[in-house]
């Protein structure tokens, strides 16, 4: 079966420019964390409820790649897909770019250890092991820079 | 005994300005955040120690004026002072302005219910209205707007 | 003819909740922003465009009224309308409520100066107090605390 | 000489928090951004003179890794280093720590292009290669994750 490449449109904030009349870059951050809901929700699995089934996704790491400007109300597209990476992480991959030309804006990706609610890591329970084998990708190695 | 006056110096962040080049207007709210841990911690209880006696201080209305630009790495004043307000509400009064030359950036207040850690409005707890008659002002009024 | 009464869904980012579990206060400044956003799109002057011919509306003002919780991924309706405010202001009132149970989340309004590229008032053009005749709300007062 | 290693404290915003109860990914990218602006201000070149002087320091790249938990209140340390890297970037590397402990937080680097005001590369002028060439490691590889 074929990897879940999720796809979400936005627009640029007033509140996510700054004074360089960009996007302030950890706005990327932000815009990845809709790419990863997104993928989520069509994976079937909101993360909503991963976090009340007691599994929790934070950050180990995060590597952006800024391409391209993006001014207030442009009209961006996320686009991701994700995987496990190694036995107990999962990985995001994102490409931000505008959604009418096609330019890339921002990509790379975020590596996420998964966690009860006190932060402590445990195992991928079964249901997420299954979803990430029915949707993810299979090349997700956590030094592929390219996500 | 004269009510607390806190004074709070802080820098703009890059991440605060937007394209019109001074600060992005919600970044206000956040700088009256840092004045009301400042004055908290200043009357002898910071906020982390309110909110692990179990009481909170959620927002119930904000008021916010402008009154002048501040761009990136201007070094800014935030004072705050406080005092109840009506039997069950806090109240604290910020004014936000150019550290060097004192001309005011932004002012206006914040009114807070208390409440238990799921939300729910709870009376003011002994320890928090002796702070208050210790350290808060006595003229705040819900609907003085100047603060 | 009727006042223009804008409509926008949006989902709460996780970004955007805090340690309390709901949405952090200054998050709604930002929401407002999408409001007027969309305000002005569907009245047929997008606010680039209005930057585009030299007119900027800097914040002179915000109140907000904080009404319910809202969490991340909840699905928000912001609705707004806008009107001429005394002489040389625009006043943005805004609803923000559960876009499913219709619950209200915040409301309050915001007061904007026209001024032009460097922050100094101008007298609003006639392009845009047309607009507003035609799309405003005619009971815009400056003190009008619910919008 | 020896390089530069700037060091910052600052405390955690509850703006910065999340539902998580830590601070949210993205706010580590706003706490690099307070390391840079540090190291060039004890390097003797704020960041608005470079402006003001025609160049800016956009972000190409940025590496972040999650290394602890971080709440309200906390007071953080932030400790950068830069060099050049390459003919024509600049790259800061970033420890950020819990200031008590010396737990670690968050670490990484950015890489920044040298551009003019509309985002155009240009030839890192004298004075800034001269800034780096005092006051920057050499040891700064395009490549090297760990900064």
């Known amino acids: 079966?074929?990897?879940?490449?999720?796809?979400?449109?936005?627009?640029?904030?007033?509140?996510?420019?700054?004074?360089?009349?960009?996007?302030?870059?950890a706005r990327a951050l932000e815009w990845f964390e809709c790419g990863r809901t997104q993928w989520?929700?069509?994976?079937?699995?909101?993360?909503?409820d991963m976090e009340r089934r007691g599994a929790f996704l934070p950050l180990v790491e995060a590597r952006v790649y800024f391409q391209g400007r993006a001014q207030y109300d442009d009209e961006l597209r996320v686009v991701a897909s994700a995987g496990l990476c190694g036995k107990a992480r999962l990985k995001f991959a994102i490409r931000i770019s505008q959604a009418h030309s096609g330019?890339?804006?921002?990509?790379?990706?975020?590596?996420?250890?998964?966690?009860?609610?006190?932060g402590r890591p445990i195992r991928p329970p079964a249901?997420?092991?299954e979803l990430m084998a029915r949707h993810g990708r299979e090349d997700m190695e956590l030094e592929d820079g390219t996500g």
């Open 1 to 25: 079966m074929a990897a879940l490449v999720s796809q979400l449109d936005l627009r640029v904030r007033y509140s996510e420019t700054d004074q360089m009349g960009t996007f302030y870059n």
């Open 127 to 129: 249901w997420l092991t």
């Open 103 to 118: 330019a890339p804006v921002a990509g790379g990706y975020t590596v996420h250890a998964v966690t009860d609610v006190s």
């Open 40 to 48: 989520l929700r069509q994976a079937g699995l909101p993360y909503t």
